[in-house]
């Protein structure tokens, strides 16, 4: 496979990534905070992986591993997060409730997030759609290091 095909292919697989997110969304997934975290990167690559089509310069293609890098990472600590590995950022995920008194309780229910990051909303064979994110993502930087280094 030649470079530039690896590259049209990369650039629409974080596309496709996109659309995915943007079609679980209509359906009735909203998403929080760190999902929208983890399609920045995605949006970067697309621009990227333009860029590298247009100009085949390796640095692009350096800089979609990187982008890719990004978005895995984002989706493996928002797994951790659903999963209760670690805490999440505080403006969205929820706090404990003990020893609140009903002022506190009720302030804090107002304020909390509609979309939480560490509820898992949706979940197939086990896997979030913040683990698909990170499997298909560090994946897809292994192939944009393939392609950065690959001689054609």
């Excluded at 905070?33 to 992986?49: N, V």
């Excluded at 640095?59 to 209760?84: D, K, M, P, Q």
């Excluded at 509820?119 to 290091?145: C, D, H, K, T, Y």
Aim: hydrophobic share 50%; aromatic share 10%.
């Amino acid at each position: 496979m030649s470079r530039h095909t690896a590259t049209l292919l990369l650039t629409l697989a974080s596309a496709a990534m996109i659309l995915s997110a943007w079609g679980f969304q209509m359906i009735g997934y909203p998403p929080c905070k760190m999902c929208f975290w983890q399609r920045y990167p995605h949006i970067a690559a697309i621009a990227i992986g333009s860029l590298a089509l247009t100009t085949k310069q390796r640095l692009f293609h350096w800089c979609g591993a990187a982008a890719l890098t990004l978005t895995g990472g984002i989706g493996v600590f928002h797994s951790g997060v659903e999963r209760g590995l670690w805490e999440g950022p505080q403006d969205c995920t929820s706090t404990p409730i003990g020893g609140l008194n009903s002022d506190e309780l009720f302030n804090q229910i107002m304020s909390a997030p509609l979309v939480r990051c560490d509820e898992i909303s949706w979940q197939v064979l086990g896997l979030s759609m913040a683990n698909v994110n990170a499997i298909f993502s560090l994946g897809l930087a292994a192939a944009w290091v393939w392609v950065a280094l690959k001689r054609d």
